[in-house]
């Protein structure tokens, strides 16, 4: 199991940026994916961007396409989130996730992610 702790979260205006981080410890040999999920106020937790560790390609949802880039640094374990251009729409919690199982699946369907970190807060008001 890997565990995971994010970072980077805070308040900010809109048009605004952030970055998030996210370390992983313990089994980060068997991740092969990593992403970002957001959960906001009374909402169902949603995929935002997703990464293959052995491959690096990236994937977006449509509505953060062009202002988010994902992307991660395996020497230090780290997985980022750049968050430009951000809407108020864009508050929630943010997820970092990993999975360690092989196979295709949905992207984001958050029950095919395996090990979850705490979550950070991000604010963005308009």
């Known amino acids: 199991q890997a565990q995971l702790v994010e970072s980077g979260g805070g308040s900010v205006q809109a048009g605004g940026s952030l970055r998030l981080s996210c370390v992983a410890s313990?089994?980060?040999?068997?991740?092969?994916?990593m992403g970002w999920f957001r959960q906001g106020p009374e909402k169902e937790r949603e995929g935002v961007a997703a990464?293959?560790?052995?491959?690096?390609?990236?994937y977006y949802v449509d509505h953060v396409k062009g202002r988010f880039t994902i992307s991660q640094d395996n020497a230090k374990n780290t997985l980022s989130l750049y968050m430009n251009n951000l809407k108020p729409e864009d508050t929630a919690m943010y997820y970092c996730?990993?999975?360690?199982?092989?196979?295709?699946?949905?992207?984001?369907?958050?029950?095919?992610?395996?090990?979850w970190g705490q979550g950070t807060q991000v604010t963005v008001s308009s």
């Open positions: 313990g089994y980060t040999d068997s991740i092969y994916w």
């Open positions: 990464i293959s560790i052995r491959i690096g390609s990236t």
């Open positions: 996730a990993a999975r360690t199982l092989v196979g295709s699946f949905n992207l984001w369907d958050r029950t095919a992610w395996n090990d």
